[in-house]
């Protein structure tokens, strides 16, 4: 039997880390039903058992002590591995986290110690401490990024190249296509007046860097026609300063402002709705990371429109046309006019991406992260 524990946050706390860890476990659980997954997650969930896994509160985030790890991970009677889904929002600025799952190893609590970087550092970012972290991951036994950028960024960090693993973050293909999309539109509580017209949504946490005032700038451009396209906003707003970029998107266009958490199913809803999806997003300069939410757009077989960033390099490299460069609203622009007279077009041009959406499915990479698992554990005996 093999015995795994994650260190993360957990549904129901509000964290695109949180659902990430939820899919690869549930992934994990259906192509492998021998694991005993134990999930050592934050304070914000409840100590339960689910269908496939425990849940044991062991860590409050941004903490300078995970001793609580140590001692769930004793009560368990230790795992195998032990895998943190690391985000600095998450563990924050010390290097605590890494320090309790080297002291778990060398008590035998754990055989193999593996960091899932979800943020990675660029020497430009003027940030110190991010870097002091990346470059201690050689003592870890695996090291996995998301994409090339951020694959070669910790290697010229000094990080060894034999512990780091490119996995690609996962892809969940939408089970709402095809579905009446009056039925969602109910599920959603949204009047059926949104399908007049065509339909565009941005989705997610609402931050700054979600690039809310690109779009009404280039609403603002598109003037009259802008009267015939239905904008949907949805999510949890980060930043009330965005509310009054939303209040003039909805004197420029018929908008509708779902202002709450979205669930991974109302988002993939609101996905299967949309004509097109945007994401016009801005980088915080110097971090590299994957977005979530274009791995659930894209598994939406939609055609989208986002930023040439890191966040989005995956974007860029299947469907290059399909992207502008940042803060630039005229380009928006050109490309949604583009898209609206060849939709058609369109959506037979993203299919290379629509194809890297099934090879990214979550089953095959949690089958990946099994391989890892395995290789490593056959490497430590």
């Keep these: 039997m093999l015995r795994l524990g994650y260190v993360s946050t957990y549904p129901p706390t509000h964290c695109g880390v949180a659902e990430y860890t939820r899919f690869l476990t549930t992934s994990l659980k259906s192509i492998y039903p021998e694991a005993r997954i134990t999930i050592f997650s934050d304070y914000g969930s409840s100590h339960r058992v689910e269908s496939h896994a425990e849940i044991r509160p062991s860590f409050e985030r941004g903490s300078r002590d995970y001793h609580g790890v140590l001692d769930e991970l004793g009560e368990v009677g230790g795992v195998d591995v032990i895998h943190v889904q690391h985000e600095y929002g998450i563990f924050g600025k010390n290097d605590a986290i890494l320090e309790a799952c080297l002291e778990a190893r060398d008590e035998r609590l754990v055989k193999a110690v593996v960091f899932t970087m979800h943020s990675v550092y660029h020497p430009l970012s003027g940030h110190s401490y991010p870097l002091n972290f990346q470059r201690r991951l050689s003592s870890v036994d695996a090291v996995i990024v998301h ?209 890297y959406a099934v090879r990214t499915q979550w089953l095959r990479m949690a089958r990946r992260h099994l391989n890892l698992y395995h290789e490593l554990l056959r490497s430590r005996s």
């Design 147 to 355: 994409s090339y950028l951020m694959e070669f960024e910790i290697q010229h960090q000094g990080v060894d190249p034999l512990v780091i693993h490119r996995i690609p973050h996962g892809t969940l293909l939408n089970p709402y296509l095809g579905h009446p999309r009056y039925k969602l539109l109910r599920d959603l509580g949204l009047e059926e007046s949104v399908l007049k017209g065509l339909t565009l949504t941005l989705f997610g946490f609402l931050r700054k860097d979600k690039g809310l005032d690109m779009l009404l700038e280039a609403l603002r451009e598109i003037g009259y026609e802008a009267d015939s396209m239905n904008i949907i906003i949805g999510g949890e707003l980060r930043d009330r300063e965005l509310l009054e970029q939303i209040e003039e998107l909805g004197r420029v266009a018929r908008l509708t402002f779902i202002d709450k958490y979205l669930t991974s199913d109302e988002i993939l809803k609101i996905a299967s709705i949309a004509d097109i999806i945007l994401l016009p997003y801005r980088d915080k300069y110097g971090v590299y990371s994957v977005s979530g939410i274009l791995h659930l757009s894209m598994g939406s077989f939609k055609p989208l429109i986002g930023s040439r960033v890191p966040r989005l390099i995956e974007l860029y490299q299947f469907a290059p046309r399909a992207t502008i460069p940042p803060k630039k609203p005229a380009e928006l622009v050109k490309k949604l006019k583009w898209m609206m007279n060849n939709y058609d077009y369109a959506v037979a041009y993203m299919a290379h991406l629509y194809s």
